[in-house]
């Protein structure tokens, strides 16, 4: 028996190894540095220990509360919005008999198309230029609606085109997922609910989700760190300077606390980054809670 659970740990060596020192050592450092108070960068000093990085940062009106709003209409919107669709989308595509593969493919190439040509065509389709309002001004003047600058222009618009994007590139991957859920469903089930005549709602609400409940789970808490840790779409969106757009997010606050021309200030950083961790953990624990309750293993 020793012998094994020795082999066993020698198998794992490497694996420990490896989260020892790209996981838990940095996890380690940045509670170091979110404690050290006046930390200079240059000089790698500072002069005393507490929690006044984590007060600077939660007290920063300006930029980090700002971002805080921003991450949380993101998460608010985008994950139970995408969740559904792709859900709705992947009933469709489970009912199609004919050309299946082909529909499945093209619902997942915005998965695999990268992050800032996808940002690239939203510009195109939204941003207000010299020459033209975008496409979707267009049909908006078509349908005798007045042009919005959806880049450049009031927040609910800038919000509306990052959320907009964030569901486009996210829902592939829940389809794909989804899709498999329903082909993984055992087919005796549905026979047996036809044969007793049931209503195609109550087959929905008491065996297809009940038994994808696992995989929409799995996808919602993804969702729900994934948007947590948003920060590509809005730069393909709105360029590098966030902060001037009033489209940051927390990550991208942390960024700017360290590599941005104000930046230098890695104590900051690490207390933006342990609150974006609380903040995470404490909506994981939620989820995983409810989880208990609501899907069925």
């Known amino acids: 028996m020793y012998k094994n659970n020795a082999k066993a740990w020698l198998y794992l060596l490497p694996a420990i190894i490896f989260l020892g020192i790209f996981t838990v050592y940095p996890l380690f ?7 050290e108070e006046g930390y200079n960068s240059v000089t790698q000093t500072f002069f005393g220990v507490g929690a006044y990085n984590f007060s600077y940062v939660l007290h920063d009106t300006t930029y980090f509360l700002q971002a805080v709003k921003n991450t949380f209409i993101l998460v608010i919107i985008t994950v139970p919005v995408s969740t559904g669709i792709a859900l709705l989308i992947s009933l469709g595509l489970s009912s199609i008999k004919k050309l299946k ?31 033209t309002d975008g496409l979707i001004n267009l049909l908006i003047n078509a349908f005798g609606g007045q042009s919005v600058d959806f880049i450049e ?67 919602i808490i993804t969702g729900f760190i994934g948007a947590f840790k948003a ?18 997010t927390i990550v991208g606050y942390v960024l700017d606390m360290l590599y941005s021309d104000s930046g230098g200030y890695p104590s900051f950083a690490a207390a933006a980054a342990l609150i974006l961790f609380a903040i995470v953990l404490t909506i994981t624990c939620i989820n995983l809670l409810v989880s208990r309750k609501k899907v069925h293993y």
């Open 29 to 35: 450092d940045v509670i170091a540095y979110s404690v």
């Open 101 to 131: 593969e082909l529909f499945q493919t093209i619902y997942f190439l915005p998965y695999v198309t990268n992050t800032l040509a996808v940002g690239l065509v939203f510009m195109i389709l939204f941003k207000k230029t010299a020459y």
């Open 153 to 219: 222009g009031p927040y609910w618009a800038k919000m509306f085109v990052l959320c907009f994007y964030t569901i486009w590139v996210v829902m592939p991957f829940k389809i794909l997922i989804l899709t498999s859920a329903l082909a993984s469903v055992n087919q005796d089930y549905y026979k047996v609910a036809r044969v007793d005549a049931t209503p195609k709602w109550r087959i929905f609400t008491k065996i297809t989700l009940p038994m994808i409940s696992p995989m929409l789970f799995y996808l």
């Open 231 to 248: 920060y590509s779409d809005a730069v393909a969106l709105f360029g590098t300077n966030l902060n001037a757009a009033g489209m940051n």
